[in-house]
């Protein structure tokens, strides 16, 4: 953890994954950290004393996360699956298959989609995030809303409210 504004660092905090995406929640109190090491979601609480809080097993090679207010959504791309966890209780409440080589998510400001784009496939497969939420303890699945064919490889989305 290095501090910008004290141009310093301010601990090393050994992890069980190599640092490799980043995700903050939205209320900055946690940040994700994935990579090669283990299939697994690091739990850092950044702010006062940093520290690890938890490592939480999320899917086979776990890769591009994104939040919405209540879930965290960690893309799997040798599976083709998205793990989704509850912030709150760091469990695992939904797999859903969602294409070839999932390797950006992106959740809509308004937490109504989450975006998942298929590097392999070239498309991008949409979940309401509304229905994994008021299915949480139901189901250990969510359904796909749509999948939409955008192109060969992509990389990145960026919402915009219009």
Avoid: E
């Amino acid at each position: 953890m290095y501090s910008v504004a004290a141009q310093r660092l301010i601990t090393h905090l050994p992890i069980s994954v190599r640092p490799d995406q980043f995700c903050l929640s939205r209320d900055r109190g946690q940040l994700f950290v994935t990579g090669d090491g283990m299939d697994a979601v690091v739990v850092v609480y950044p702010y006062d004393t940093p520290q690890v809080g938890d490592t939480v097993l999320a899917g086979h090679a776990p890769g591009a996360m994104d939040v919405s207010k209540d879930l965290l959504f960690v893309a799997s791309p040798q599976s083709g699956d998205v793990s989704i966890l509850s912030i709150a209780t760091r469990k695992v409440i939904a797999i859903v298959p969602v294409g070839s080589d999932p390797g950006f998510i992106r959740v809509t400001p308004d937490d109504q989609y989450a975006l998942i784009l298929n590097r392999k496939s070239g498309d991008v497969a949409i979940l309401s995030v509304p229905a994994i939420t008021k299915n949480k303890n139901r189901y250990k699945t969510a359904a796909l809303l749509t999948v939409i064919p955008v192109g060969s490889r992509p990389v990145s989305a960026a919402v915009r409210a219009v």
